[in-house]
Structures are given as C-alpha cells and as structure tokens.
C-alpha cells in the first residue's frame, strides 16, 4: 500500500524478495488531475505496479465496505505501507498474520505524521531517517521493528532527502523481513515521552517570518523545497524564496528590509542575521535566480518584504 515516488523502492524491495515473499496487488490512492492541463495521471505506486502485472486497488475511501472486502479477499499475510495517505481500517489491521508494517520516514517517536522530511528540515535537524514498525490505530505510534539514522547536511532540501530516505527506507524493508517471517525479529515501543508532530504543511507554514533568525529562515526555505516552496510577499503579492545562504552578521536595519543588491543575490534583514535569497520566483513568473531577477532592476535597496 503505497502512493507517491517516496514507496516506489519500498514495492521493488519487496518485489525482489521471490524467495520468502510473493507481493500479490497493490493498493494506492485513485488517479488524480496533475498539471496545467488537468490530465488524469496515475499515481507512481500504481505505474509501477502494472510494470509488474501486479493487480492494483484504488478505493477512493479505504474504510468503506466495499474496499475493506477487496482487499480481505486477498488474504494476505503481510500488508506493507509506504506513505499510502488513508488511514487503515481495524478489520484490514487485524487481518494479516505477520500484521501491517509501515516505512515511516522519520525516527519515530519524533515527527509523527504526513510530512515528517519537511519539518525535520524547517526545524533544524542534524539527521533524521526512516523506521519500520508496526501499524496501530493511532498515527504512527506502533512498535519499532527497525530505525536507521542519515545526515541532514547543509546541502540538503526537502527533494534530496526524499530521495535518500525513499531509498534507505527500501534497505530498511530488506533487512526486516526475514527476522520478520522467522519471528526472530522483537519489537520496541515507541517513548511516549518523546513524542513530536509532523502535520502536514500549511500556507501559514510556507509564509517567512521575517522577525526570525536569518539561520530558522534558511531552515524554512530548504524544509519547503522543491515543495510547496517557502514564500514572502512584495508589492502585496506572494514572492517565492527556492534557495537562499544565512549570513551570520549582524545589521541595524528593520526585519524584512533589502540591504544588498547584486549578482549573488538579495540580501535582507532579519531578526538576527542576513538572509541572502539566491533562488526566488516573482508572481506570474518563472523560477529565476536572484541574480537575473536584480538584473532586470525590479527591486531597489531600502524596499521592504511584508512582515
């Protein structure tokens, strides 16, 4: 059970397992409408599914009758879940002998939820990871079976460590299954003590708060891409901010206003610090770098972002 590229690796890792598993259909969420033209295109899990003449379910409402029945009829004896999107339903939890088991991408108890790699980045994080456990009612509380820590290096955005993270969370499935199946394998609970929260984003999430520290800004604007993208708002209208260096200086300049302009970017005043915005999109335009944006001398130095 799975949806979008994040569980691509996880479905071949266990495709590849032809000794001990037999993966026999695919659950994911329904086609959707995607680009400006509003086609409709199916989700990546499913693509990929089908290369395998995998038989792939799509229920619009997991918990409903009907697609609680389909996938009982399967009889599996092992569900795995990689960022599938709907909540599984107790008679399909309680089904499978070896029980429901979910690639989760952070080190759990820390960032339950729907976008763990996002806040995990937007807050500052040296690392993060992937763990593999047990599927409960409650969000992401299960036993712990596996839990695999990477860097978060200076470098790293919300598409990188995706991409790093869809891949060790397929090493992850690997490793677990045969202590799995053999019943060698002993479960952790989760420290409830050290629960965090990884909502999903929101706008109020993606708006930069100038008053804040140049450091959490570049935090925020890595933590949002390639997506939804960190914005600001110039002129009263959205100002996306893609890519953009903290500079630990101090200025005796209002939060928000421009200091600098020039071909490495726009530099502004923050609560503490410089904030250089290299990468930015102006409304009704393309993604440019800041440096082409100057160029075209749309912004002047004293000019200020909303607060």
Same mark, same amino acid.
């Given at each position: ?10 479905? *071949? ?5 032809? #000794? ?19 086609e409709l295109t199916p989700p990546p899990v499913k693509v990929e599914a089908l290369k ?10 997991? *918990?409903?009758? #009907? !697609? ?36 989760? !991408? ?19 994080? $040296? ?10 009612? !409650? ?7 596996? $839990? ?22 397929a090493e992850c499935l690997r490793e677990v299954l045969p202590g799995l199946l053999d ?6 609970? &989760? ?28 935090? &925020?604007? *890595? ?26 200086? =101090?200025?005796?300049? =209002? ?9 490495k970017g726009i530099a502004v005043a923050t609560g503490k610090g410089i904030l250089w915005?290299? =990468? ?17 001398? &749309?912004?002047? #130095?004293?000019? *200020?972002?909303?607060?």
């Amino acid at each position: 059970m799975g949806t979008p590229d994040f569980a691509v690796p996880s479905l *071949r890792a266990l495709l590849e397992q032809t #000794e001990r598993v037999e993966v026999i259909g695919a659950v994911t969420q329904p086609d959707r409408p995607k680009g400006r033209k509003k086609e409709l295109t199916p989700p990546p899990v499913k693509v990929e599914a089908l290369k395998h003449g995998l038989p792939v379910f799509q229920p619009l409402k997991l *918990r409903s009758k #009907e !697609a609680t029945r389909q996938i009982l009829e399967l009889n599996p004896d092992l569900i795995v879940t990689a960022a599938y999107g709907q909540i599984l339903p107790e008679a399909v939890l309680k089904t499978p002998a070896y029980g429901c088991i979910n690639v989760h !991408a952070s080190l759990l108890p820390k960032y339950r939820g729907g976008a763990p790699i996002h806040h995990a980045i937007i807050n500052g994080e $040296k690392e993060t990871g992937v763990t593999i456990m047990y599927m409960v009612k !409650a969000l992401d509380a299960g036993d712990m079976l596996l $839990k695999r820590a990477i860097p978060i290096t200076s470098q790293d955005d919300v598409g990188t460590m995706h991409d790093k993270l869809a891949k060790l969370g397929a090493e992850c499935l690997r490793e677990v299954l045969p202590g799995l199946l053999d019943g060698t394998i002993k479960a952790i609970p &989760q420290d409830e003590s050290q629960v965090t929260f990884a909502p999903n984003i929101t706008r109020e999430d993606e708006k930069m708060d100038w008053s804040r520290s140049a450091r959490q800004l570049e935090w &925020q604007v *890595r933590g949002l891409c390639p997506w939804p993208g960190a914005f600001t708002i110039w002129k009263d209208k959205p100002f996306k901010v893609w890519k953009a260096v903290c500079e630990e200086k =101090e200025v005796d300049r =209002e939060p928000g206003t421009v200091i600098k302009l020039d071909t490495k970017g726009i530099a502004v005043a923050t609560g503490k610090g410089i904030l250089w915005l290299t =990468e930015v999109q102006p409304a009704g335009k393309r993604r440019m770098t800041a440096g082409q944006f100057v160029n075209g001398r &749309q912004m002047k #130095e004293g000019e *200020r972002f909303e607060v």
